[in-house]
């Protein structure tokens, strides 16, 4: 019980970390190994705010993830709008070559020197036996918070239907007239600010290096599979529940296995259901590509 | 300018010339003219492989035209980006994945009316939902749920909510039953006798679809010959074998 | 310039890349087949080879088979190939983000296994002081003409094999099914078979280089076989040309001989987080670059075949 | 601001690279290499200060054999691959005539190469205990070993009186040695029981369910061999989550003011013990060596970011080369054991040994954290142990022990 707890938390930070990796995914065709590093960079900023200049960690938290967003926006207008016409894989490639012009950008800027955020959030409480922290409650709840707030501006806005128009079919979008830049900058703005808010919880519960986003991408890169790559609601489900097979497989399995079975997982879940976890019949789809 | 005014003048609601267009380093189109006048139902008939899908998405945007011109009502839509077609009047119905498959069918008829308010979004998808009976019993429903009957009544409706001047349909009955077919043409009759100018791509169905076109175009390896008249083309019995007895089952892709 | 036994180690690690970078050209290029998994294989071959030739006892791992290198070295190609084909049985059911995730999930598995299983491996401790091929006959600080001489002969060697595939029959259905999902459907199992059949191939051919890899680091611990390995080869392939016999050769050397070169730059320590930066903001500019104006590489395929088949005309939307 | 101006400076000095020469008879080049990129590169910033602190102090002394003292970078971005192609372009290209900074793995890639090369090398932070039997010719390791680490924890284990201990052990060369050998030496010679050992990888979101089993498997203490980096959320959580009843024994790399910081928090938080091979208290050298660290860095040196050794090495460098009064690398490593052992006057600093030297008296250098006297494998001898316990918010040594002899890791 405690373990699923922590799996909840982590799976949380994993499921914001990876609903912007799905979305450029959905409506821009490509794998973005680049969103990776705008989780660093959130980290650092986000670090820098609350240590060097005592800043609330939610204001800084705020600030860190519109500057991130705004930055994700420029980023795919100088490096990834120029050759989108190329096609998934130069876009692929360029966001490795994206990735590590950012990383270098972090190591100039911040260094490589680990840091630390220093908040707390104070309490514990014991419920039902279970170990449970303000920082648990402060990171779920905003996880969530944020992910349901997403979700209304899909649902409930002109711009959200029309980002999900692009994502679900990106040349009917405009021949419906939806303004396709526009669509793409909001995109890249949610994308790398949701990127952004990952580094900045990952940071509070662990550190922020200049290696983070080359550790992170994996797992991001597992959980969007895992959820299916298309569905936003099936990568929530799927880094929720990769956070929670990881932090409760500890408990049965010698903890030095747990990358091998969680990759085993992933293997195993990809080879019986071949389109992820949530998968809808898109057979014709499959065939295509 | 005069350009512009000679073109209403002559009662062309679109003009292509010269259109050439092909996808990567394969072309298709060769030096296309075309022109549809306000009101009238003009059909594009041809092979597979013909170009006829590809003239379309030429014209809308979506493959850069490599030479020519198209204009609609005057303007010259190469310094119109894609998303703005529909603004200025033009609606297109694609041939496939012509819905959002993710979205709601109510969603998927909201998509074009974005920027109006909401009451008079949902007194549009009410109005629509009233037009098709079928449709209004599934509006919460994903637009991948539905059967192609359906789909093809949604992708019309949905590229109808903006009541376009222009309307051009790729291969609206494909894969239908005659009956649903009939359906199918006479809301197209019903789309034209309100005052939108419809180009119409056929290639199944051609003795029930042809009889109700003004004008017939012939499309042939990327050429369009001058129009001629429906009946002329039923009646012809050699265009009559070339073009609609060929084994539909090669229909795949323009390549 | 500088000192030439520089640039023969240089030289060295660029054949060594480029080698992989052209069997990598024969799965991805022409299989279609997006393979993240090479650093699985890599160490798959040099723990093979490692482990095979452990005559050490005190050691302290669980097998001392001693064999000589001669024997080690096929028989480290062969597990290769047949750890290849253990990855290529499920994963080659998958289509294309999802073979690529599988086969770098593949190469994290090899690379915690090397970690743990200790008694094998020696887990991160690994092993250092490595016997050298013809290291007996020169005087070590000679050593490194050897070695390039090695392995620009086994870069040679897997050219030639490479090209022999990419101009046969058997690659030109390869690329064929590739290009064409419908054809690939058509022949059904066969291309399944093939495609397996090219993955075990090429899972041998990296077995082979691997050992090359151990004699130029003169070490191994399963932190060489990190996913960044995959991605250097992938790296040199983009900027050679994917799908073009020598692009994985010619973007290995321009990659590592500018990497290298950007390594010469000196500047006062107090900007060291600066000196360090350059270097992953240089490479990255270089594949952004290369990809901007030159998208098939700086060898096309197009140009390697001297047909048509150039990649956009792959993507013509259906 | 100052970025900026550095990034400006920096096009200028790309364009100065090109034409930098070598062989000339000017400066002498220490080479350091190590991860200032990667895994290691947190450590990488401080360890840099350290060097520069000695070679600023080596030329302020008047340099060495008369020359000034260049200190010559580079970056192996924590790989062993890196470590190769750095090293090979420091001898290569840079013409070094001594290294320092290596880490363990970096070490063990290229140790042949700096035999055949007769590379004076010393190792400030190779624990690794490949070192244990090799080494003394041109490899000299002026840290403790692993194997001291390891055994040092189970004694302090020992002598606390636990007799169940749970393992935290990161996935790593340099946290994975000394736990091996805690945990051999624990159970097989002390005949305590290892009740978890919980192993895992670094750079994950959070440690919680690590932490969890850990502490939840009814050990007297826990036994910590992580980085720093991950070392410092490992305690958050043993804090925040009410685990700060038991007891923890930490390896040396968590010896910093972050941890301190942590475990100062906890009220009344019972004895938490750390275990280093150092001794500072009343040495000269250190106290010479920590004002100037922190002019440098900004911050105190920090003995679990190994900073003093990467100073030290240089001093030895500098002074072994004066004794050989020659750069040639097989005199000046021969000359490394004769500086740093009895007999001969200790010193603590370069400018006195080199006065000593120039006087013609041996001499024997003691370093900032212990006395440097070598083994015939270039190893430490027996090292003194400090054990340190963390009062008012701080690290504050609680007493040093010696090795316990009995105890001694079975070779494998």
């Known amino acids: 019980m405690q373990n699923i707890v922590f799996g909840i938390v982590t799976g949380s930070t994993l499921a914001v970390a990876t609903i912007g990796f799905a979305m450029v995914y959905r409506t821009e065709n490509f794998l973005n190994i680049a969103h990776a590093q705008m989780m660093a960079l959130g980290g650092f900023i986000g670090v820098v705010l609350v240590d060097s200049y005592g800043w609330n960690i939610f204001a800084a938290g705020a600030v860190?993830?519109?500057?991130?967003?705004?930055?994700?926006?420029?980023v795919a207008?100088?490096?990834?709008?120029?050759?989108?016409?190329?096609?998934?894989?130069?876009?692929?490639?360029?966001?490795?070559?994206?990735?590590?012009?950012?990383?270098?950008?972090?190591?100039?800027?911040?260094?490589?020197?680990?840091?630390?955020y220093p908040v707390g959030f104070g309490g514990r409480y014991e419920i039902a036996g279970v170990n449970v922290l303000t920082a648990d409650l402060v990171i779920v709840g905003l996880a969530f918070a944020s992910i349901i707030a997403l979700q209304v501006f899909l649902n409930g806005t002109g711009l959200g239907r029309a980002v999900r128009a692009t994502a679900s079919n990106g040349e009917l979008a405009r021949v419906r007239g939806v303004p396709v830049g526009r669509v793409s900058n909001t995109i890249w703005f949610i994308s790398s600010a949701f990127g952004a808010m990952a580094g900045v919880m990952i940071g509070v519960l662990s550190s922020v290096n200049a290696e983070i986003g080359w550790h992170h991408i994996l797992t991001v890169l597992a959980a969007a599979v895992l959820g299916g790559l298309r569905s936003i609601s099936g990568v929530i489900v799927a880094g929720l529940l990769l956070g929670i097979v990881m932090d409760v497989s500890v408990l049965y399995i010698p903890s030095a296995y747990r990358p091998v079975v969680a990759f085993g997982v992933l293997v195993a879940v990809l080879v019986l259901r071949p389109e992820g976890l949530l998968a809808v019949q898109r057979r014709k789809e499959a065939a295509v590509t | 300018m005069s350009e512009a005014g000679e073109a209403a003048a002559a009662g062309s609601i679109l003009r292509v010339r010269g259109l050439d267009a092909g996808y990567g380093g394969f072309p298709v189109l060769h030096g296309v003219d075309l022109d549809v006048s306000a009101g009238e139902i003009v059909a594009v008939v041809g092979p597979?492989?013909?170009?006829?899908?590809?003239?379309?998405?030429?014209?809308?945007?979506?493959?850069?035209?490599?030479?020519?011109?198209?204009?609609?009502?005057g303007a010259d839509l190469r310094r119109t980006p894609a998303h703005g077609l529909a603004a200025m009047g033009m609606g297109y119905v694609p041939q496939e994945n012509n819905t959002f498959p993710?979205?709601?069918?109510?969603?998927?008829?909201?998509?074009?009316?974005?920027?109006?308010?909401?009451?008079e979004i949902r007194r549009k998808i009410r109005a629509v939902g009233e037009a098709y009976p079928a449709l209004a019993g599934r509006m919460g429903q994903n637009a991948s749920t539905l059967s192609g009957g359906e789909r093809q009544m949604l992708a019309l409706a949905s590229a109808m909510i903006t009541s376009p001047k222009f309307l051009a349909l790729d291969e609206p009955t494909t894969g239908l039953a005659p009956s649903i077919v009939r359906e199918r043409i006479d809301d197209i009759l019903r789309i034209r006798d309100a005052g939108t100018t419809l180009l119409w791509v056929i290639e199944e169905s051609p003795l029930l679809c042809l009889p109700h076109v003004d004008r017939v175009f012939v499309m042939q390896a990327g050429v369009l010959d001058p129009p001629v008249t429906s009946q002329a083309v039923l009646e012809d019995a050699a265009l009559h074998s070339l073009f609609f007895g060929v084994d539909q089952a090669a229909e795949q892709s323009p390549d | 310039m500088t000192n030439p036994v520089f640039w023969v180690g240089v030289l060295t690690l660029a054949l060594i890349y480029g080698s992989l970078a052209m069997v990598l050209n024969v799965e991805s290029g022409w299989g279609g087949m997006w393979d993240l998994g090479v650093a699985g294989l890599l160490a798959s071959g040099a723990y093979c080879y490692i482990i095979l030739g452990i005559d050490d006892p005190d050691l302290g791992t669980r097998f001392v088979p001693g064999l000589p290198m001669w024997l080690a070295w096929p028989l480290a190609a062969a597990f290769t190939g047949l750890v290849a084909l253990a990855i290529a049985l499920p994963s080659l059911r998958l289509r294309r983000?999802?073979?690529?995730?599988?086969?770098?999930?593949?190469?994290?598995?090899i690379r915690q296994i090397a970690v743990i299983q200790a008694d094998l491996t020696r887990g991160t401790t690994g092993f250092s002081s490595l016997d050298r091929p013809f290291d007996t006959l020169v005087e070590p600080r000679d050593y490194n003409y050897v070695l390039l001489g090695i392995v620009a002969f086994a870069a040679l060697v897997v050219y030639l094999i490479t090209r022999r595939i990419g101009t046969s029959a058997y690659g030109r259905t390869l690329r064929a099914a590739r290009d064409n999902e419908a054809l690939a459907l058509a022949l059904g199992k066969r291309v399944n078979r093939m495609r397996i059949k090219t993955f075990v191939v090429a899972g041998v051919l990296i077995g082979a280089i691997a050992p090359l890899y151990l004699f130029y680091i003169r070490a191994i611990t399963p932190q060489l076989f990190a996913p960044g390995i995959t991605f250097t080869i992938w790296t040199a392939l983009v900027i050679g040309g994917i799908g073009s016999i020598r692009g994985g050769l010619v973007g290995a050397v321009v990659?590592?001989?500018?990497?290298?070169?950007?390594?010469?730059?000196?500047?006062?320590?107090?900007?060291?987080?600066?000196?360090?930066?350059?270097?992953?903001?240089?490479?990255?500019?270089?594949?952004?670059?290369?990809?901007?104006?030159?998208?098939?590489?700086?060898?096309?395929?197009?140009?390697?075949?001297?047909?048509?088949?150039?990649?956009?005309?792959?993507?013509v939307p259906a | 601001m100052k970025r900026v101006i550095a990034l400006l400076c920096l096009f200028g000095l790309v364009a100065a690279a090109c034409g930098g020469g070598d062989d000339s008879d000017e400066p002498i080049k220490f080479g350091f290499l190590n991860g200032q990129t990667g895994d290691y590169g947190p450590w990488g910033a401080w360890a840099l200060w350290a060097a520069e602190v000695a070679v600023e102090e080596l030329n302020a002394a008047g340099g060495v054999l008369g020359r000034t003292v260049e200190l010559v970078v580079e970056d192996n971005g924590s790989t062993p691959e890196g470590a190769v192609s750095g090293y090979a372009e420091l001898t290569d290209v840079d013409g070094i005539d001594a290294l320092g900074g290596i880490e363990s793995d970096?070490?063990?890639?290229?140790?042949?190469?700096?035999?055949?090369?007769?590379?004076?090398?010393?190792?400030?932070?190779?624990?690794?205990?490949?070192?244990?039997?090799?080494?003394?010719?041109?490899v000299f390791r002026i840290i403790g070993s692993d194997t001291d680490n390891g055994i040092i924890g189970a004694q302090v284990a020992r002598d606390e009186g636990y007799d169940n201990v749970a393992m935290l052990v990161e996935l790593s060369e340099g946290t994975i040695s000394p736990a091996d050998v805690f945990k051999t030496v624990f159970t097989e010679q002390i005949g305590g029981t290892i009740t978890e050992d919980v192993r895992f990888d670094a750079g994950r979101s959070s440690y919680s369910a690590e932490v969890a089993r850990a502490f939840d498997s009814g050990a007297d203490a826990v036994y910590i061999s992580v980085g720093f980096e991950t070392g410092v959320p490992i305690l958050n959580e043993w804090k925040r989550r009410g685990y700060s009843d038991v007891p923890l024994i930490l390896t040396t790399d968590l010896l910093s003011p972050d941890i301190a910081a942590v475990v100062g928090e906890v009220e009344g938080a019972s004895a938490v013990v750390a275990a280093a091979a150092y001794d500072t208290e009343g040495n000269p050298a250190w106290d010479a060596y920590v004002p100037r660290f922190e002019a440098k860095a900004g911050d105190p040196p920090e003995i679990g970011f190994y900073d003093a050794w990467q100073y030290d090495q240089y001093i030895i460098l500098g002074l072994a080369m004066e004794k050989a009064g020659t750069t040639d690398g097989a005199a000046v490593a021969a000359a490394i054991p004769q500086i740093t052992n009895p007999p001969g006057v200790e010193v603590f600093t370069y400018a006195s040994g080199l006065a000593e030297l120039q006087a013609g008296n041996e001499i024997d250098y003691h370093g900032t954290t212990s006395n440097m006297n070598l083994n015939a494998v270039g190893n430490l001898q027996s090292p003194v142990m400090a054990v340190s316990a963390v009062t008012d918010g701080s690290w504050q040594v609680r007493d040093y022990v010696e090795l316990d002899p009995t105890l001694e890791k079975p070779s494998s």
Request: charged content about 15%; glycine content about 8%; hydrophobic content about 50%.
């Open chain 3, 97 to 109: 983000e999802y073979f690529l995730i599988t086969t770098l999930a593949f190469a994290e598995i």
């Open chain 4, 106 to 138: 970096g070490m063990l890639a290229v140790f042949d190469t700096v035999h055949e090369q007769q590379l004076p090398t010393i190792c400030s932070t190779c624990g690794t205990t490949e070192l244990d039997t090799t080494g003394g010719d041109y």
């Open chain 2, 102 to 119: 993710d979205l709601s069918v109510r969603d998927n008829l909201a998509v074009a009316l974005r920027g109006q308010n909401p009451i």
């Open chain 1, 77 to 116: 207008a100088v490096f990834f709008r120029p050759v989108r016409h190329l096609g998934g894989t130069v876009l692929l490639f360029t966001s490795i070559g994206v990735s590590l012009m950012l990383y270098a950008v972090i190591i100039a800027l911040f260094s490589t020197q680990a840091r630390f």
């Open chain 1, 64 to 74: 860190t993830v519109v500057s991130v967003g705004a930055l994700g926006v420029v």
């Open chain 2, 48 to 73: 597979n492989g013909a170009g006829k899908s590809t003239l379309l998405k030429t014209i809308f945007r979506l493959l850069p035209a490599q030479a020519g011109s198209v204009r609609f009502d």
């Open chain 3, 255 to 315: 990659l590592i001989v500018f990497t290298e070169a950007v390594g010469l730059i000196e500047v006062d320590p107090q900007y060291i987080n600066i000196l360090v930066s350059i270097e992953p903001f240089l490479v990255g500019l270089l594949l952004v670059l290369v990809l901007r104006f030159r998208p098939d590489g700086l060898i096309s395929e197009r140009n390697a075949f001297g047909t048509r088949a150039g990649r956009r005309a792959r993507r």
